[in-house]
């Protein structure tokens, strides 16, 4: 493999996504993973005090001189597509204000980097398990329901990123011998639908039923929610949850945000990071590695980077002795050497030549220019390979085009 020239390859989410959170459930077919809700300590949270300055909140105000929000339509397309794609089913009203009230790109990318750290379950961590899942349900979602829209658009997209996988599916083709409507609809015409049921899950009432519909034939099934179902606000905005220590203020009427420092991720291998950010380089490892992409939404592209271990050492002819193990560095920078991504592992070499979970790193990045640094040291000997490159991250729709 020539580790100067990254391969993109838009595969299916089972193949690319090793990253997912818990097993497969065996009942509904769907990918499972952790609760979104679960994960909620939030410095971001706007807490209005009254009526008027929640409704204002949710008004634009065009005369207001006061009022710095921008509306969606203005928005710098990145952020326009962040903010009404990437998390338009998880932001609450709230933050959603408060983003557009950013005035600045680099006030935009901060609230950005804040919204995913106050969800992490592990703050102090380099992953972060809200995040992935949050992307993983996008990825499925495109994947699985898309038809002449992305799937995340779609009704079962929306229910799934925001949901989870349901607990079963029960599929009813048009040509089932048992065929029968959902409830609350007319059977006199067949058409294939869905049958999703949930038991406990937060946002839901328990054991909750949810039919998807496709009367057209097209693909695109359509939520019909029966008669117990027509007053659940299933496609409400999210609530808004409050972190004790870092309440929101209130002043003139408007709401405001406060991004304060927070606890810093923590580096184990700090010889390697100083190797990253250095710019120097070492060939006494040899090591191979990939680069994979994954459409998500217009503003993020899923970005895969694997590592591939070698047997022994370039400039030793001795192999790797069984009770030596590898450690891998990997950081991703913008072309003005803000890191946006860090990856750490630990990889005993019982299976050197392998990709694996504990070898590679996922990661949501703005199509783009980005520079990658790699290093990997084997613990026994010291000796190491450092590599630095660049990769550029392709846009949804040049995706498309290869697919």
Known sequence: MNSGEPTIC????FCLLPWSINAASPQSGYSAGITLAAAHHLSLILEPQGDEPARRCDQHSENS????????????????YWLNEDVVYIIPPEERCAFLERDSDQQRDIFIE?????????????????????YRRIVFSNEKFATEIPGWQTDRGHVYIRYGPPDSVVSHPAAELTWKPPEGEQGD????????????????????????????????????????QKDLPIFDPPATFQDDQRRPTLADGRLHVF???????????????ALAVSGIIRHQILFAYRIRFV???????????????????????????????????ARISTPYARAVHTFESHVEVAHPLLYGADRETTVPLT?????????????????????HTTFQVPRFEDLSNQE
């Open 10 to 13: 838009a595969m299916l989410l």
């Open 65 to 80: 001189p006061t009022d710095k929000r921008k509306a969606p339509a203005d928005l710098p397309a990145i952020y326009r």
């Open 114 to 134: 804040q919204f995913w750290y106050q969800r992490n379950p592990d703050p102090t961590s380099q992953d972060n398990a809200f995040r992935d899942e949050h």
């Open 189 to 228: 015409v067949r058409y294939s639908w869905e049958d999703w049921r949930y038991r406990l899950e937060e946002g839901l009432e328990p054991n909750i039923n949810f039919a998807f519909v496709d009367p057209s034939g097209s693909g695109e099934s359509q939520l019909r929610l029966g008669p117990k």
């Open 259 to 273: 991004i304060g420092p927070g606890p810093v991720p923590l580096i184990h291998y700090k010889d390697l990071e």
């Open 295 to 329: 459409r998500a939404t217009n503003a993020s592209t899923m970005t895969t980077i694997s590592v591939d271990l070698p047997a022994h050492p370039a400039e030793d002819e001795q192999a790797i002795r069984p009770t030596d193990s590898y450690e891998i560095f």
């Open 367 to 387: 199509p783009g220019p980005y520079d990658l640094a790699l290093v990997v040291k084997v613990s026994g000997s010291g000796q190491m390979g450092v590599l």
